[in-house]
């Protein structure tokens, strides 16, 4: 299936293929049920320069255009989710200093992704999940620094980050700051509710700041912006979670495929039957209309046009195709789809999972509602 050539560089993805072949697909089961964070692959990816593929070069980056990143995610997760959903964690912190960080905090962290720094991204809280407009973590400003109280849950990669972008309500609304791991007062913790069926790549840790003190450069962007800022960053991140929906959906299409072409069942093979052959044009034709939404949303971030609504439509059906493309592989293996042994039950936990993790399918139509409402509003004034 290959539909890169006017996307990106066919070299660059038969190199990140070869990459994922030999490191990531051999451990993939065993991330996953060991639910751990893979640092060894992602440190080598960074040194590869792949985790930092997008950023501009001034820090250190490939200066590429997001396409490379999509192609990246996808062919990462055709091995492992729990890997793409490991580097998702680090494009969010890199792109938000990157949009809206000062000099200072450019200066001091962006370069260190290149060199293989591992973060969080902490927006939620135990009483806020899609709707982040308030938050009960507080950051106030003392001297020369910002104090954060509070407690985010559901921190994807905290097992292992460095570095955590936290969302915080300031007096003048929601704000974000960058934290490094280790500072006094912080504290992390696997509580009940951290190990998720999907995307396992560690259990997502609870953060708890205690009066936790950074330095005033260590506000991102304007203060009371941080919901706009952190909305802005989705639509990169959205873009990069449909790329790993296709990448799971591409996987569980092939090893169905595989299946199909050796089993007999009524003296034929099982995917001579004209029932199973509908399955697959099916499942093919909705992994190549995701990614084609996936590469135009990759156009619209490089151009900065119409993020929210491409973004936002590319997760919303990436998703749904990684699950209903996971569901049906099983359907087509019979029996041997529901083996523990077998790949695809891993296959299904990871795409529901996107369903709801980044941008839930709900909140993302209510995204893609927004900006159509906005042009009948235009329309009609
Ligand atoms: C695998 C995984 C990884 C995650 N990683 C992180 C992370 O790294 N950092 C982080 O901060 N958070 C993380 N989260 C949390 C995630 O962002 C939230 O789960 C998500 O925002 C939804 O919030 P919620 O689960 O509290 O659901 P709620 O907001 O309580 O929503 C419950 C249901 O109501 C629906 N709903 C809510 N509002 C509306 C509305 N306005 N219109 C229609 N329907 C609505 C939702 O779609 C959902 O179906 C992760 C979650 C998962 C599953």
């Known amino acids: 299936m290959d539909l890169w050539p006017p996307y990106v560089d066919s070299d660059y993805v038969e190199d990140v293929r070869s990459f994922v072949r030999q490191h990531i697909a051999p451990i993939a089961d065993q991330i996953d049920r060991d639910d751990i964070y893979p640092t060894a692959i992602v440190k080598t990816l960074a040194r590869q320069g792949l985790t930092t593929i997008t950023l501009p070069p001034t820090y250190g980056g490939g200066g590429k255009p997001y396409g490379h990143a999509v192609a990246l995610f996808e062919e990462v997760s055709y091995a492992s989710a729990a890997v793409g959903i490991s580097l998702i964690t680090i494009f969010q912190a890199q792109t938000i200093i990157n949009l809206f960080g000062n000099d200072a905090i450019k200066k001091e962290y962006l370069p260190e992704f290149a060199q293989g720094l591992l973060s969080s991204y902490a927006l939620t809280e135990a009483a806020h999940g899609s709707d982040i407009r308030t938050l009960d973590t507080k950051a106030v400003r003392a001297g020369d620094s910002w104090v954060l109280t509070g407690e985010k849950s559901f921190i994807t990669s905290g097992s292992a980050a460095e570095f955590f972008l936290i969302l915080a309500e300031t ?17 992390t913790y696997v509580g009940t509710n951290s190990a998720t069926f999907g995307l396992r790549n560690g259990p997502h840790v609870n953060l708890v700041l205690k009066g936790v003190r950074v330095p005033l450069h260590h506000l991102i962007g304007v203060e009371g912006k941080g919901v706009r800022q952190a909305v802005t960053t989705l639509n990169f991140s959205r873009t990069l979670a449909a790329a790993i929906s296709v990448g799971i959906a591409r996987a569980a ?57 491409y973004g936002s439509e590319a997760k919303l059906i990436a998703s749904k195709v990684g699950t209903q493309v996971a569901s049906l592989a099983v359907q087509i293996c019979g029996a041997y789809g529901t083996m523990e042994n077998a790949p695809f ?23 893609i509602a927004k900006y159509l409402l906005r042009g009948v509003q235009n329309a009609t004034d």
């Open 253 to 309: 299409f092939d090893a169905a495929l595989q299946f199909a072409a050796r089993r007999k069942a009524f003296d034929q093979r099982v995917l001579e039957f004209q029932g199973i052959q509908w399955y697959f044009a099916d499942m093919l034709s909705e992994i190549d209309a995701a990614r084609l939404l996936i590469y135009r949303a990759a156009g619209a971030l490089d151009r900065g046009e119409e993020m929210e609504r």
């Open 171 to 187: 007096p003048v609304g929601v704000s974000v700051f960058g934290v490094p791991a280790g500072i006094e007062n912080l504290s």
């Open 345 to 367: 039950g891993r296959f299904l936990r990871d795409a529901k999972a996107y369903e709801i993790a980044g941008g839930s399918t709900e909140i993302l139509r209510n995204t």
